[in-house]
């Protein structure tokens, strides 16, 4: 079976710094994807990152980068300058052959910047 | 430009009532997904759908129903609402299974 855990309920982070958020996984799959996605208050998902578990170099999204340690099975999301538009929940999420197709999510992080 | 949309955005309802979550998709994804999520919580697959005809059972129990006669809509029915059932629902598609696209959700309220 496949796991999502997302440790950090809450976060506060100054405007401007970089943010980790941190994400571990379990899944006896091969081959699996890896997901970030961000939810505003307005509840909408909105896609930031994916890394693919064959990828050889971490995914990277303008300040979005997926710092993907595939033997710690770790996928920490990293937020470089930080901005006030930036406070939402944020869930890791995974999808591999076992689960066919399905994605699954952790508990997510609220991330709260401050000005 | 949302390519995946939800209706209605905001639902109150009184106990009893039969509602229908709409959920259409103009991206010609086979894959459509309806999960269940509480305020700040996490999100729990309750329906989803490979293709027309095709509907299956998510990891979490729901007395909702769903169907799937046109590839792009997949509305899912509650027959008689109940207040346990407010939650939001958020329905999602996918070409690959590599990556949802999500709608921008629908929260239900019944009281």
């Known amino acids: 079976a496949q796991k999502i855990t997302q440790t950090q309920p809450g976060m506060f982070v100054q405007e401007k710094e970089a943010v980790t958020l941190d994400c571990t996984y379990d899944t006896s799959d091969p081959s699996y994807g890896l997901f970030w996605y961000k939810q505003p208050s307005s509840g909408e998902m909105i896609f930031l990152i994916y890394q693919g578990s064959y990828d050889q170099q971490n995914a990277t999204e303008g300040r979005y980068s997926l710092n993907f340690q595939k033997a710690r099975k770790s996928a920490n999301l990293v937020i470089s300058a930080s901005q006030l538009g930036d406070s939402a929940m944020y869930f890791c999420?995974?999808?591999?052959?076992?689960?066919?197709?399905?994605?699954?999510f952790g508990s997510g992080t609220r991330l709260s910047i401050r000005p | 430009e949302a390519d995946i949309y939800q209706t209605p955005r905001y639902l109150v309802i009184g106990t009893g009532k039969k509602i229908t979550l709409e959920c259409s998709q103009t991206m010609g994804h086979d894959k459509m997904y309806w999960y269940q999520q509480d305020p700040g919580m996490e999100l729990h697959l309750i329906h989803y759908?490979?293709?027309?005809?095709?509907?299956e059972k998510g990891d979490l129990s729901s007395e909702s129903t769903v169907s799937r006669i046109r590839t792009e809509h997949f509305p899912l029915t509650l027959e008689s609402a109940r207040p346990s059932h407010t939650s939001q629902y958020l329905c999602a598609s996918s070409e690959s299974g590599y990556g949802y696209t999500f709608g921008s959700g629908t929260r239900l309220t019944v009281v």
């Open positions: 999420a995974m999808s591999g052959y076992s689960s066919a197709s399905k994605i699954i």
């Open positions: 759908s490979y293709g027309v005809n095709s509907t």
